[in-house]
C-alpha cells in the first residue's frame, strides 16, 4: 500500500510564508499562473504573502492540466497518467497573451511528482508567449518563467526543465520529500 501524508492548510501557509521573501527576491514575479486544480489554493495564499505595502497584488491567472487517472485499483490512490490534458488554458485571441510578454511569470502548483505537468506547461506558455510577442511586434521584450510547488518528490523525473531554468535557479520547491501519496487539505482524500 502506498504511504499518504496529510498536509493541513497551516502547513501549506507556512510553506508558501517561508518561501515569499526567495520568491520576490530571485524571481521578482509580476504575474502568478496556477496549475489547476493543485495550484490554485498555494498560489492565493502565496499571493498575499508576496504583497508589498505600496504595490498592486500579483495577478493570477490560471490554466488547468490533468495528468492522474484513477486506475480503479485502490479508489483512495491515483497514478501518473502518460498523457498532460489541457482542461482550460489561456484565451489566446485576447488581450490575455500580449499581457503575458515582458513579464516575470511564477508558475505554481502543488507537487513535482513525475514534471511532467511543469514541463508542459513551461513549454506551452513559452511557444504562446513567442507567438503573441512576433504577433504584437514586441520580439524585445523578454518573458522569464520560474517555478514554485509545495513539495517536490525526491525520485527520478520523466518531465524536464529548460537548463536556463534551472542553472539560474528559477525552480523553488518549499519541500523535497520521499516518493509519497500527498494529500492535500483541499482533496476529498
Known amino acids: 500500500m502506498v504511504q499518504k501524508v496529510y498536509v493541513s492548510y497551516n502547513q501549506v501557509h507556512r510553506l508558501c510564508q517561508e518561501s515569499a521573501e526567495r520568491i520576490l527576491n530571485d524571481f521578482k514575479p509580476t504575474l502568478m499562473i496556477a496549475i489547476g486544480g493543485g495550484g490554485y489554493v498555494p498560489a492565493r495564499i502565496l499571493r498575499s504573502f508576496l504583497k508589498r505595502p505600496g504595490s498592486a497584488n500579483i495577478s493570477i491567472q ?38 503575458l510578454i515582458g513579464k516575470n511569470i511564477l508558475i505554481v502548483d502543488e507537487v513535482d511528482d513525475t514534471r511532467t505537468t511543469l514541463e508542459y506547461a513551461v513549454k506551452e506558455l513559452q511557444k504562446d508567449v513567442e507567438t503573441a510577442r512576433k504577433k504584437a511586434g514586441r520580439e524585445g521584450e523578454k518573458t522569464s518563467f520560474s517555478i514554485f510547488v509545495l513539495h517536490n518528490k525526491d525520485k527520478p523525473k520523466k518531465g524536464h526543465l529548460p537548463v536556463d531554468m534551472l542553472d539560474e535557479n528559477r525552480y523553488l520547491a518549499a519541500r523535497t520529500v520521499p516518493d509519497v501519496w500527498i494529500c492535500y487539505p483541499w482533496e476529498a482524500t
Do not use: F
Open 62 to 99: 490560471a490554466i488547468g492540466l490533468s495528468l492522474y487517472e484513477d486506475l480503479g485499483k485502490d479508489a483512495d490512490i491515483e497514478e501518473p497518467g502518460t498523457k498532460v490534458t489541457r482542461t482550460q488554458w489561456l484565451d489566446l485571441s485576447s488581450l490575455e497573451m500580449a499581457n
